[in-house]
């Protein structure tokens, strides 16, 4: 199992342009997250989705689009970028049975709006 | 809103010497994750805790549940240089949101 991958590993925009980060995980798991971590910093949830179909706002979703039409891919859009979303973008998946649902965590996406 | 705060923010030790990092909500917790992130790397999960006053064992690393269910804490006996990194707790505040803390950054000298 490769876990969860995301593209690209690195970006650099400039102000106003648009992107999608991907995000695929291939453990079957019904929860997928997306959060942001600005340099020395916590981390922030963006969106998450608890299922095909099924997206719901974090803290910070302003800025930020997401869909998840199948259970494996979870992609986050960027409409306008802008200085303040330079940061690093994490995608996260669990399997949640309300019991254990600890978070596998993609390898990060590095991301400088200029 | 709901915030979920870790002291210390950085703690240097000397290695063979404990650390230890605390976790403080706003609010009562379903449950806590602990996890780990090496410099330049992602978070790796550590452990969950779920039950008011729990205490949990990982080898040198100990975890407990506060009995309000809004703090926690992670012990670490005898630092490494291998458990240099930032550990974050994560608490669980809704069905499925997830409030990460603040962070603590641990740096062990040699």
């Known amino acids: 199992n490769a876990g969860v991958t995301q593209t690209p590993k690195f970006r650099i925009l400039k102000i106003g342009q648009s992107m999608t980060l991907q995000c695929t995980q291939d453990m079957n798991h019904n929860y997928m997250y997306w959060y942001r971590q600005d340099p020395g910093m916590g981390l922030k949830l963006i969106y998450y989705?608890?299922?095909?179909?099924?997206?719901d706002k974090g803290e910070v979703p302003n800025g930020y689009n997401v869909s998840r039409s199948t259970t494996e891919d979870f992609p986050l859009r960027l409409e306008l970028a802008a200085p303040s979303q330079t940061s690093v973008y994490f995608c996260?998946?669990?399997?949640?049975?309300?019991?254990?649902?600890?978070?596998?965590f993609g390898p990060g996406t590095r991301l400088t709006v200029l | 809103g709901q915030q979920v705060m870790q002291i210390p923010q950085y703690q240097h030790v000397q290695e063979g010497e404990d650390f230890t990092t605390y976790c403080n909500s706003s609010?009562?917790?379903?449950?806590i994750q602990w996890y780990k992130q090496r410099p330049g790397g992602h978070p790796v999960f550590l452990i969950q805790l779920v039950k008011s006053g729990e205490v949990k064992k990982q080898k040198r690393l100990t975890f407990q549940f506060g009995e309000a269910k809004k703090n926690s804490s992670l012990h670490i006996t005898a630092t490494q240089t291998t458990d240099v990194g930032t550990y974050f707790c994560?608490?669980?505040?809704?069905?499925?949101?997830?409030?990460f803390g603040t962070g603590t950054r641990l740096k062990v000298l040699a």
């Open positions: 994560a608490g669980l505040t809704g069905t499925y949101k997830y409030i």
């Open positions: 609010t009562t917790l379903s449950n």
């Open positions: 989705s608890v299922g095909a179909g099924i997206t």
């Open positions: 996260a998946s669990s399997y949640s049975d309300r019991g254990l649902n600890e978070q596998f």
